[in-house]
């Protein structure tokens, strides 16, 4: 029998339902007088999710079971499909589950090739959740420590029982989903210029494109990939570039910086993957085009002072200024000072401070002159003391502070650093053997987005596609 209604019918259908649910609730109240509000708040959620599971059901199948007169023809071979009559499917979703009695077709002449209009035209996901459903699982299972915990936090909110090994499955699809997108977007972004392509046609759109001088910042962080071991994730960070008066500083303890304008980063978006340092290039430079840093006024480049980085920053953003960051700077320097006069010794602060004072005033010749004076690479020494006196020489234009600081260029604030502690390390270090690479690759995916804050806009484009 044809399970659609008229309009007063499905009318008719609900109202009595939820007259019986409100009876229902009566009862249980009668039971449970001295029950909590919350204890009666929970109860009615259950009972209101069944009402709309039910609800949903009517409006959709009541109006429409995706029947059709003449059978559609089968989307393999093209003849008339057969009708099967009515099979139920059931979607598990946000306000309830429903069972949707529709429409099911199958080819006689393809084995195993069957069809449902209903399931098409409402874009039923095959897992049986609804795409609210998967959507709010998704972004507790990348927000979440573990897949376990995004489990419970869903349970709790939604009212209805989800397993980590679910979310886990949810999560990693739709990470895998996004990381072919960006993987064809990058492509597309770096593929040579077709003949008659104008200059000034984009071929990415933009998302939350940047109007203030822009900040990229490219890094590594560690990752333990299952049966390979600890592997390099590469990240760029994209950011805005706010600058304030020295005023706006809001600092405990006397600093160097005081009499400096406040430059902050802002509004970051990332991309993070398992990537070589050439495949890294061709996703920063598809971000870059994402932010519209090709129409950016002012454009800086603060890293680690990583050959490879400055590389690949300087293929795809010509001309901008590089940086080393100042605390990798002082962080050498300290490595010499406590290596040379004693850990964190006065002799050691002694030492460092008017070294890094003359680093900060751009006098890195001299800096390099002191360090060439002290013999330091020796065996004894640790790898940061023995690179010392190259790095700040091969680093020399990377480190004129005076100009930077001058010119408003941020010098460096742990920026990329945050980057790898807030998409890679506070979600994906986990005890144990760690991640497959392919799993890994969909978690730092969607982590990119979540923590781009475009999870939505990825969401809903994803979806349409
Ligand atoms: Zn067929």
Redesign the pocket.
Known sequence: MAPTQSRSQRKAAFLQAAGEMYERLEAWYDAHPAATFEAIEEELRQQRRELMGGALATLIVGRDSGYQPAAPP?P??G?AMRFEGYRPWTVKGLEGDSVLERAYYS?P??VG?AFSPLDQKLALRADHWSGGAARVATRLGLQAKSFDLAAAGFSDAVGRDISGDSVARLTEDWGRRVAEQRSAEAERANRPGRRGERLTQRRLPEVAPITTPANISTDGAMLLVREEGWKEVKIVAISEVRTQPASARQTAQPSRRDADALVTLSQHSYQAGLWDADTMALYQYAEGLRRGLDDCPKRSSVNDGALWIKRITDLNFPGVPQIVDWSHATEHRWAVANAVHGEHTAAAHQWVEPQLDRLWRGQVAQVVETLDQLDLQQPRWPDLVQEAPNYFRSNQDRMRYDSFRARGYPIGSGTVESAANTVVHHRLRRPGRGWTRNNGQAMLAGLSELHSGRFEHAWYHLALN
Request: some cysteine; charged content about 0%.
């Open positions: 089968c393999t071979c003849q080819c002449g393809c090739a």
